[in-house]
């Protein structure tokens, strides 16, 4: 296998830290939502139980942010290894073999969900715009715009798994 010239080292660098980026970014933006949330719980508890009038969008609106939040840090996880795996025989791989073994679970694996999940999820917001959809409750907010982060943090977190997949195989390369 040749080696990478310099200017195609120089492109694969600039895709790795700008997926880094924003998906570092995405994560640092979205973890304020947990307060948001936080702020949106205590005011319901307070109107329900320390004035008898609960709020009619409460539930759905934390609902959608906690939506959002758990979906678009998806890619900040990836980055910061931060999803569920098995490390205990894992870990005592060297690092070329850990390297291996993650080529080729995302090969198998992530690639091809993230390309399901993103095709599909695409389908599903797209249908959801098209018919302008709302939810079923009383306060009946739009679901489109939540629908659409469904492909928009697959996105980013199929972003991110090339961006680890191409460090893999440059360490690979390097190593040889």
């Known amino acids: 296998m040749p080696y990478l010239d310099n200017s195609e080292g120089d492109m694969l660098d600039k895709f790795i830290?700008?997926?880094?980026f924003i998906n570092r970014w995405a994560g640092r933006c979205g973890s304020?939502?947990?307060?948001?949330?936080?702020?949106?719980?205590v005011l319901e508890v307070v109107m329900r139980y320390l004035f008898g009038r609960p709020t009619t969008w409460s539930f759905e609106v934390?609902?959608?942010?906690?939506?959002?939040?758990?979906?678009?840090?998806?890619?900040?996880?990836?980055?910061?290894?931060?999803?569920?795996?098995?490390?205990?025989?894992?870990?005592?791989?060297?690092p070329k073999t850990r390297a291996i073994l993650d080529i080729i679970s995302y090969l198998i694996f992530f690639f091809p969900f993230c390309t399901v999940v993103l095709i599909e999820g695409i389908k599903f917001?797209?249908?959801s715009w098209q018919i302008s959809e709302?939810?079923?409750s009383v306060?009946?907010?739009p679901l489109y715009p939540i629908k659409t982060?469904?492909?928009?943090?697959?996105?980013?977190?199929?972003l991110q798994g090339i961006a680890i997949f191409i460090s893999?195989?440059?360490?690979?390369i390097k190593e040889r």
Request: proline share 3%; no cysteine; hydrophobic share 60%.
């Open 168 to 172: 893999h195989i440059r360490f690979l």
């Open 149 to 158: 982060v469904i492909p928009v943090a697959v996105a980013l977190m199929l």
């Open 32 to 41: 304020f939502l947990v307060i948001v949330l936080t702020i949106l719980v």
């Open 62 to 94: 934390t609902k959608m942010i906690y939506g959002f939040y758990f979906m678009i840090l998806g890619g900040y996880t990836l980055q910061k290894k931060g999803h569920v795996a098995i490390d205990v025989i894992y870990e005592m791989l060297k």
């Open 125 to 127: 917001a797209k249908k």
């Open 134 to 136: 709302t939810s079923w």
């Open 17 to 20: 830290k700008t997926v880094d």
């Open 139 to 141: 306060f009946a907010p």
